[in-house]
């Protein structure tokens, strides 16, 4: 995956050149944005888990946006972060909704059933603004759960692959050794 998301990355000295990044050239190029380090990795996988459950808006690239300054603040890897954010996408929005909505009214003690059957009555725009505040609630507490639990599978990943390196290393070398040994 790091090799594949380094291939289709582009580079940092190209990002320099373009004119409309000239003025943002400092910021956006920082080297702690790009760099595939355990930390800047993991943490930018973690808050692109929280920034997917930002509710969509049809006007404004909210993740995208809320991804490019966060990263740039906390130095996280920018290609990570924008790659885990398209989680969120129009396939997933309606389960992402529908489950914030769900989780929030448990969260405030609400009972939506009576709001979904005058939603589907002659006006259903005037009872909508009832579903912000648990829309809003849900999705903070499962984009929080998600960030969370995309931490922890990020470490354990993490640590997975480097005793894997170590451990295929280790074979590699007594291999040679044994080799060397045997002419």
Request: glycine share 6%.
């Amino acid at each position: 995956m790091q090799r594949w998301l380094k291939n289709v990355t582009p580079d940092r000295h190209a990002l320099e050149k373009l004119w409309c990044l000239r003025p943002f050239a400092t910021v956006v190029c920082d080297r702690g944005c790009w760099a595939f380090k355990r930390k800047s990795v993991i943490r930018g996988f973690s808050l692109g888990l929280l920034i997917a459950f930002v509710p969509p808006t049809p006007l404004l690239p909210l993740h995208l946006t809320l991804c490019a300054l966060l990263g740039i603040l906390f130095r996280l890897n920018i290609p990570v972060l924008v790659a885990t954010v398209f989680v969120s996408n129009p396939i997933t929005w309606f389960p992402q909704i529908a489950g914030s909505i769900w989780v929030g009214s448990k969260l405030m003690g609400l009972n939506l059933i009576p709001l979904f059957h005058q939603l589907t009555h002659h006006n259903p725009w005037a009872h909508l603004n009832q579903l912000w505040e648990p829309l809003f609630l849900g999705a903070l507490v499962l984009g929080l759960l998600a960030a969370g639990l995309g931490y922890l599978l990020g470490q354990a990943l993490w640590h997975v692959r480097v005793i894997y390196r170590l451990r295929r290393r280790r074979l590699h070398l007594t291999s040679a050794l044994h080799q060397n040994s045997i002419d």
